[in-house]
């Protein structure tokens, strides 16, 4: 029987550059769309290789419950004993910040001051324990969905009372201390086979809605595909004492390909606030690098089912 690797997703976009280098490497390949895709889990499931890339933000594409048939698909997986590239857990932490935290916690990451809540009345008194200027963040998000920045409890109350308020999918809101640094940048760490791949510096002075990869949304000022892509540089000698703590977390949650994010503040400390298990790269950065993100992903999952 035919053995293939199946790609788990929701986006189809996102699946042009990993599309391509399958195609590159001669690799048998299948994808699994959340949203068109129907399943008999009393059947057993293929054989092969599962490669999980379901984002937190597929409600932003009109895909609400993605995630949650992925779950059910992953568990039907797992009950086959099938080899998945990042597992139920990774699915977990992906839609999830609050568990992302919970386990920098455990490895002694530090990431910024946050407060969870619930509705309009625990974000209002939330927002009290701030005495600096702090931001709001969808708990279930991608994209920046959520982010917007409040100086004071007054500017928040106007907006949650505002019809601009925006709530998380989930129902619950993140409050978050807003940090400080000496440079409008963030740094990504690109990670496949939980090992450190490359990190890629993305100028964020233009706002929020972060992407640092190929298929954003064109509405983002981030997208690659405009001509600011120097607005992403992979970082040569690249040097993060975090690295092996990173690595020990992925490891710890079974999270096997990912991209972690983290701002420096003006004192130089790491705050990292964000594991997307789900990654993306930018392949005009990508040019003046010999790493390649979806390639490397492609060889990995392609010696996988070689081993299966």
């Known amino acids: 029987m035919e053995k293939n690797i199946y790609v788990i997703h929701e986006n189809d976009e996102w699946l042009i550059p990993l599309r391509r280098s399958f195609e590159k490497i001669k690799a048998p390949f299948k994808e ?36 949650e048939k992925t779950k059910e698909v992953l568990k039907w997986l797992k009950r086959d004993n099938r080899r998945v ?5 990774a699915l977990e932490l992906e839609i999830s910040k609050i568990k992302q935290y919970e386990e920098l ?36 998000g991608g994209r920046g969905l959520g982010v917007k920045y409040f100086k004071n409890t007054i500017e ?27 440079e409008q940048v963030i740094t990504r760490v690109e990670f496949v086979k939980g090992k450190f791949l490359y990190a890629v510096q ?12 190929d298929p954003c949304n064109i509405e983002e000022k981030f997208c690659p595909s405009n001509p600011n ?14 690295i092996e703590k990173y690595e020990k977390l992925l490891k710890a949650n079974e999270i096997e390909v990912a991209g972690i994010e983290y701002i420096v503040n003006k004192e ?3 705050f990292t606030y964000d594991i997307n298990t789900n990654t993306n ?10 790493k390649k993100g979806m390639e490397t992903i492609a060889n990995f999952l392609n010696n996988e089912l070689k081993l299966n």
């Open 32 to 67: 699994w769309h959340m949203d068109k895709e129907n399943f008999d889990f009393k059947k057993n499931s293929p054989e092969g290789v599962f490669y999980n890339r379901m984002s937190a933000s597929s409600h932003s594409r009109g895909h609400r419950y993605a995630p």
């Open 85 to 89: 590239i990042n597992n139920l857990r």
């Open 105 to 140: 916690k455990k490895f002694d990451i530090k990431f910024p001051r946050t407060f969870a809540a619930k509705n309009k009345k625990e974000l209002i008194e939330n927002s009290k324990y701030f005495n600096k200027p702090f931001i709001t963040k969808h708990n279930r």
């Open 156 to 182: 928040l109350e106007k907006y949650v009372n505002s019809k601009d308020f925006e709530d998380s999918i989930d129902g619950t809101t993140l409050l978050q201390e807003y940090i400080y640094s000496n």
């Open 202 to 213: 993305v100028d964020t002075s233009e706002g929020f809605q972060l992407c640092p990869a």
């Open 229 to 242: 892509g120097k607005k992403f540089m992979i970082l040569k000698n690249y040097n993060n004492l975090e």
């Open 268 to 270: 130089g400390e790491h």
């Open 281 to 290: 790269y930018n392949s005009l950065a990508e040019k003046k690098s010999t």
